[in-house]
């Protein structure tokens, strides 16, 4: 059987990053949550936390905590249906559900239809923000129930439904393109213009090169982890860079960023996948989510 209490100890320390907060959250002591914790990591064989600041679940330890979130969930289910097995004393349960999704749809469309959902249920939300096309790595790993991702095919045990495309154009403002690409733009120029990258996933700027050169340039790049950043440090002549259309659409239209190359976008395809075993549950979230993408997202075939 399992030990639930110790369940959730983990899943709470992973949750709050601490054990001391994970106590105060179940009204326990901080020595009875290390006590549940150590106990069921002796009885695995496996650390499921990583110690540390904040506290972290190790992979086995992210299974069980995704294990909690569906319990959390059939309990309330249950609980609609018979509302006599609550303690009245005892304050309603509220399941936090582990999300992933790329920084740029959080800074354009996902936000909305996650609020959405929160509107309209009393679930919490804990959002990991990845690159398009490692957040499916999330699912696989087990640390999320639901993922907004580049990848289309599904990962084991999640379903799919495509969301439509996020459009880029890379831009800059006109003083830098005056000054790095006079003649238009070619791989020499390319070769000495600064771009703006959101981290080292980050490859939106090689796609756009290869796209409209057909082949990649080593190029020069500031780090600039945050998509409002990008479209900062666009206007203020820092570097070029792929900006979503939603974001710089006024912009261009000011002629304060304008395109390298006119035309030119770069279209990422989307996908969310959700586990099967949460999918039904939280049909809610997944109608909200592909609604809003398919009202703010580019149809793609």
Known sequence: MIDYPAARAVAMVARTGSFERAAKALNVTPSAISQRVRQLEERLGAVLIERGTPCTATERGAWLCRH????????????????????????????????????DSLGTWFLPAVAAFTHATDFLIDLAVDDEDHTAEWLRRGRVVAAVTAIGKPVPGCRVVPLGALRYHATASPDFVRRYFPDGVTADALAAAPAITFNHKDGLQQAWIRQALGASVPHPTHWLPSTQSFVDASLIGMGWGLNPARLVADHLAAGRLVELIPGAVLDVPLHWQIGRLAADRLSGLTRSVVETARRDLIPYA
């Open 68 to 103: 909690v979130e569906q319990v959390g969930m059939l309990e309330q289910d249950l609980l609609a249906h018979l509302p006599g097995l609550a303690d009245p004393a005892a304050p309603a349960p509220r399941v936090t559900l582990s999300l992933a999704t790329n920084a």
